[in-house]
């Protein structure tokens, strides 16, 4: 038997939505143990590396907890930037003011078309929306910034 690998990531991305699974990530700072996701706040990073680092996949080096490392080990392991996303694609908004009035990059995946998800800082976990989160006045909700693709075959 062989793994599918393309077919399997594309199915862990879509069977990720509603998770807890990328809520948490412990970390010391100051010799003080804390939730440096604040239980799913800030967890769009980790959830997209999560994914990314899986046994199976190894489509990047390491799990992050930071957009832009996220953002350079794509570069480092081989993904390139697009225009136009496909399935399975990262994608990455610019900077936008979550709750609490704090602006954080944002980054998940395109499901193809217009649809993408991400982790969604009200719910806490991974959710399906608009590439753009929608649009308001005609204009996108949040802008791309970046798009990254690879070579799913390899």
Not at 26 to 40: P, V
Not at 104 to 117: C, D, K, N, Q
Request: include cysteine; hydrophobic fraction near 40%.
């Amino acid at each position: 038997m062989r793994i599918l690998k393309k077919d399997s990531y594309l199915a862990m991305i879509k069977n990720a939505e509603g998770s807890n699974l990328f809520r948490t990530l412990y970390g010391e700072t100051g010799g003080e143990k804390q939730d440096i996701l604040r239980d799913g706040d800030l967890s769009c990073a980790f959830f997209v590396s999560s994914i990314l680092h899986h046994f199976h996949f190894a489509y990047c080096k390491s799990p992050h907890a930071t957009v832009a490392g996220l953002e350079r080990d794509l570069r480092d392991s081989g993904w390139w930037r697009i225009e136009i996303p496909a399935a399975g694609d990262v994608v990455f908004w610019i900077p936008g003011v979550q709750k609490g009035g704090e602006e954080h990059a944002h980054v998940g995946f395109s499901l193809g078309g217009e649809e993408a998800i991400s982790n969604d800082d009200q719910m806490r976990s991974p959710q399906r929306h608009h590439l753009t989160f929608g649009t308001r006045a005609g204009e996108p909700v949040r802008v791309i910034a970046a798009i990254y693709t690879r070579d799913f075959s390899a």
